[in-house]
């Protein structure tokens, strides 16, 4: 059954019910001025006329529930109706009953039902069952209810008169209200269209907002916010409802002088642009860049300020990371003279020393101090070599070999090393077992020896090792030193790849250079996660 099937078998039971409606209020009447002024005049055929009434609406409702057809039943339950009032009109007068209205009410219904044809249809039928009574009363073949009628010819020009003003009024009530239900449907229709435009334009608009991935937040006159999109609420790490009645202040944990800085420049300029720190609810620690503006309705008064932010953490992050590129590069043109400049007079006073203290033998705090000389020089010597090592590598020279191998190879040197403690544990694992690839195998045994050196040193009093290899697939390895050491805190994880910033007060500070120099040869990524006191990876 299409909609138009339904909307019609709607007003269809709503017919059936006014119907009721209308009789039982009819005869209400009836009984009331049967019970209160006695008439001489029968009421029983008003009685019967009620009965009938409520025995056709009943069948009315059974066949509207086993009959598919709606129409039909429309113009048989009009049919039906049209009967009744026929029959009211007889006994309440005939031509000179006051109730031949009632006819219109009956058209008028058709005219909605059934629109032009069927409001002419009703029409005709009105007429002919109107004029067919008052003929057959007029003949004398129906005996007029109530008794008394004029003359012959003073009632034929009435029934003429009756005859002729029911036919127009009749066409006319169809026309009218055919044309006005006309117009009322197919105001209806283009409103349904333009109601079905606009919720297709709004759910347009609401994908659009959603779709996008900046976060965007509008708020009243008094800052609090009454919209977020999708964006805003993974970025902040709340659920969108959430964020609405909240103050914005409250959300992007500042101070109220950023609403008043907002206003101040919105007040000189259209656009404000703002970056700030920012934690979740999570947790995590996020870069945040706001561009607010002035929200205003169709007359330009400003209802409130709209936000729309970007989480510039990882540009700020590659920012942080181009700075610190140009930085050892700067480094690595001064490294080579620099070395050359101490290296050469470094071995001359350690070799003097050591000649001095083997001709001289000196004792007590002589040759202590002889001793720190030659092992400072040592020290320095080292420091040096791998400022050499990071300011200027040596070739690069890949080959296909197994990393698995490698690490395998370099963590058990390890375990033989003077780094190596009793209550030190290191687990190796891998996915698969071998894992082939091109890559440098030197340097990348020097990148696994300072990392695992490093782990065990951040575990003074012991702990677990844990090296994995994964391959992700499309030429990507992923190796992981994880320990259960010390951790580090977010300053000494910014600045670990930094020369001469190592965590470590007996190391040279170049060890994390070195191995980020050889990473980003092999246009890999190193990354660090690090919290205190929960260890490193």
Known sequence: MGPQQRELRRQLDWLMTFRVVIITTLMICTFVIELMYRPLLSLQPFYLLGVVTYAMTIAYAVLSRTVQAVRPQVYAQLIGDLGVVTGFVYLTGGAESPFSFLYLLTIIIGSILLVRRGGFLVAACSWLMYASMVLLIQRRVLTPYPVGVEENEVATVRILYSLVAHLVSFFAVAYLASYLTE??????????????????????????????????????????????????????????????????????????????????????????????????????????????????????????????????????????????????????????????????????????????????????????LMDIVIKESKRLDQIIRDFLSFAKPGRFHPETADLVEVLRETLSLLENSEEMRPHHRVETRSRPASIRFDFDVNRMKQVFWNLAKNALKAMPSGGTLTVSAVDAGDGQVTVSFADTGIGMTEEDVATNFQPFHGSFASGTGLGLAIVYRIIEEHAGRIKIKSRVDAGTE
Not at 202 to 220: A, M, Q, V
Not at 257 to 274: I, M, N, P, S, W
Not at 346 to 358: D, H
């Open 183 to 368: 117009n009322l449907r197919r105001a209806g229709r283009e409103l349904e269209m333009r109601r079905d435009d606009l919720a297709q334009l709004r759910d347009y608009n609401d994908h659009i907002i959603e779709s996008i991935n900046s976060g965007l937040l509008t708020t009243d006159g008094e800052g609090r916010i009454t919209f977020a999109n999708r964006a805003a609420a993974e970025i902040t790490g709340r659920e969108a409802p959430d964020l609405v009645r909240r103050s914005i202040i409250e959300v992007l944990g500042q101070g109220p002088d950023f609403l008043l800085k907002a206003r101040t420049a919105l007040g000189r300029e259209r656009r404000y642009r703002v970056e700030l720190d920012y934690e979740d609810t999570r947790g995590r620690r996020l870069y945040l860049g706001f561009t607010v503006s002035t929200l205003r309705e169709r007359s330009g008064y400003p209802l409130g300020m709209i936000f729309i932010f970007q989480d510039l953490t990882e540009i700020r992050a590659l920012e942080e990371e181009v700075a610190l590129k140009k930085r050892m590069a700067a480094l690595g043109e001064m490294a080579a003279g620099v070395a050359h400049e101490l290296r050469n007079p470094l071995a001359s006073i350690s070799g003097s020393v050591q000649v001095l203290k083997r001709d001289l033998r000196p004792q007590g705090e002589a040759g202590d």
